[in-house]
């Protein structure tokens, strides 16, 4: 009980601290105690706390209600609402203006915020608000910014809608075909490329850091988006050369992210389609690529549609290449947010997997399991070779 109380007290003060944190929170690796620690803490304060200390008919209204919050951060970050208070303070009104919406409506939604931590009202000044040190991770700006992930749950609540209805028939080809549209629109992929290096500032020190990539001359990321990953590589590895693979929008994309990156003479931009066929040879030493890396691309997909990307792979690699998977790590005791991300795989037809369903795709597609790693972050690296 006491440990509860200290903790809330934390937790208040620390949500009230106006100052706006800048500190990039995953710049580098924990120590193994450290990050165990963390993730102790988290699932403690996340469900032990509240499961011995709210009353549970509260505890279960509140996540009953959780999409009001959720929906809520959502509307003020398409509204760039953050971003216009910006270091200062400002009106409801004066937003409005700006964005030409209802300054009453998003008067209430920010004092419902407020209620949750996030925003704080200025005393005295009605409907003005200030940044707080959770509403800061809304700018723009911000090194480890959610916005563009807030952004991204305007699409990711219509397909959750389908939770229900795909509990009782799976995911049907005629849904997922449907569904492949929602990031469609220019805006819904650019914003999904930004949300995914976002993502990635998270996990990023623990790959360069936890994976030697010394053995390695050429490294091709499929599925690579706007290139964060292939960014970091190089700038650590400065005898590797890289290619970025992706859908040919997406390589646009990243061409114009990389155009003031001082490694852009070491990496080729190359747009396909990983169902047809990936790259074997670097384009710019013309040699055999000899590492193969794919993260976050198979968790999209059924085990069917995992195994002929990989067979692509397969045929893609020489017979001393190596393949390595970054995914979420379903491990026991690991990062707990990573069911956040097996859920959202429901709605849209793919999965993440442990080491087991891993070791059966790479046994349908030509490939064999070498070794799994388990980085500081949430994800696993699975490594496989050609069989
Ligand atoms: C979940 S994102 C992962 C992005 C990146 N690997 C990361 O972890 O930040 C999936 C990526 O696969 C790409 N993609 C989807 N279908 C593809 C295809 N058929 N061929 C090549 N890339 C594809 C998407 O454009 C997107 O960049």
């Known amino acids: ?35 165990t620690a963390l993730n102790w803490w988290t699932q403690f304060v996340e469900s032990t706390i509240p499961y011995y200390t709210i009353p549970p008919v509260i505890q279960m209204f509140k996540n009953n209600l959780s999409y009001h919050v959720s929906r ?19 009106s409801t009104q004066q937003i409005a203006e700006k964005e030409g919406i209802d300054a009453d409506m998003l008067c209430r939604v920010l004092k419902f915020l407020e209620t949750k931590g996030i925003f704080a009202q200025v005393p005295q000044k009605k409907c003005t608000f200030r940044n707080n040190r959770m509403s800061s991770y809304l700018l723009e700006s911000h090194v480890n910014s959610v916005k563009f992930m807030a952004k991204e749950q305007l699409i990711e609540y219509k397909l959750f809608d389908n939770i229900d209805e795909i509990i009782r028939t799976g995911v049907t080809e005629s849904y997922r075909t449907a569904i492949s549209s929602a990031w469609g629109t220019d805006d819904a ?23 030697d990539f010394t053995p390695y001359k050429s490294m091709i990321d499929i599925g690579g988006s706007v290139g964060q990953v292939l960014s970091r590589v190089l700038e650590r590895y400065p005898n590797m050369t890289g ?6 929008q997406v390589v646009q994309d ?6 003031q990156d001082h490694n852009l003479e070491r ?15 670097d384009p710019i030493t013309m040699k055999p690529i000899d590492l193969y890396f794919m993260k976050m691309i198979l968790h999209d997909w059924s085990d069917q549609d995992a195994i002929k990307i990989l067979k692509q792979v397969r045929s893609a690699m020489s017979i001393n290449a190596t393949l390595v998977i970054a995914e979420a790590s379903l491990h026991e005791g690991h990062h707990v947010g990573n069911r956040h991300s097996d ?11 442990d080491t087991e369903q891993f070791n059966e795709l790479f046994s349908a597609s030509g ?3 070498e070794r799994v790693i388990h980085l500081r972050s949430p994800l696993m690296l699975t490594v496989a070779r050609p069989m």
């Open 1 to 35: 009980m006491l440990i509860a109380l200290v903790t809330l007290a934390v937790h208040r003060i620390q949500l009230h601290n106006e100052s706006i944190d800048q500190i990039d929170l995953f710049s580098r690796v924990p120590p193994w105690p450290v990050y």
């Open 72 to 90: 809520s951060i959502a509307a003020v970050a398409k509204y760039n609402v953050a971003d216009h208070i910006g270091h200062e303070e400002m």
């Open 189 to 211: 992929r650019i914003n999904f490329g930004k949300f995914m290096s976002k993502v990635t500032v998270m996990s990023i020190a623990s790959i360069v850091e936890e994976f």
């Open 243 to 248: 290619v970025l693979f992706d859908i040919p």
């Open 254 to 259: 990243a061409k114009q992210e990389w155009s």
């Open 267 to 281: 990496i080729s931009f190359v747009g396909g389609d990983f169902f047809e066929s990936i790259p074997s040879l």
């Open 343 to 353: 859920i959202v795989m429901t709605v849209i037809g793919g999965k993440e997997r």
């Open 367 to 369: 490939l064999k399991l």
